[in-house]
């Protein structure tokens, strides 16, 4: 079982930068698949980012491409979302998750981006 404790979040204004963080648990971290889903007010949960076990795979959501990046230190069982060039509608709980023969979820991070 894999526990997921993410961090960073904040208020941080448009244009601005914020990086999140997901501290994972066991000692077999690098076997999984992890990232990032945000859910906003209102809205179902979405997908953000993702990231493969090794690190050299990664995919993003159109909507965030290109100002995310995704990245892993497997020697510190943590996964990270570099946000750059922050929109309000970028606000949203931002939980991260790892995939193996099941998947896990944090608790999730308020990030909320101001105009």
């Known amino acids: 079982q894999v526990q997921l404790v993410e961090s960073g979040g904040g208020l941080v204004q448009a244009g601005g930068s914020l990086r999140l963080s997901c501290a994972a648990s066991?000692?077999?971290?690098?076997?999984?698949?992890v990232g990032w889903y945000r859910q906003a007010p209102g809205k179902e949960r979405e997908f953000v980012a993702t990231?493969?076990?090794?690190?050299?795979?990664?995919y993003y959501a159109g909507s965030v491409k290109g100002r995310f990046t995704i990245s892993r230190d497997n020697a510190k069982n943590t996964v990270y979302l570099q946000m750059n060039s922050v929109k309000p509608e970028d606000t949203a709980i931002y939980y991260c998750?790892?995939?193996?023969?099941?998947?896990?979820w944090g608790q999730g991070t308020q990030v909320t981006v101001s105009s």
């Open positions: 998750y790892a995939r193996g023969r099941d998947v896990y």
């Open positions: 066991g000692r077999t971290f690098s076997s999984y698949d």
């Open positions: 990231i493969n076990g090794s690190g050299g795979s990664t």
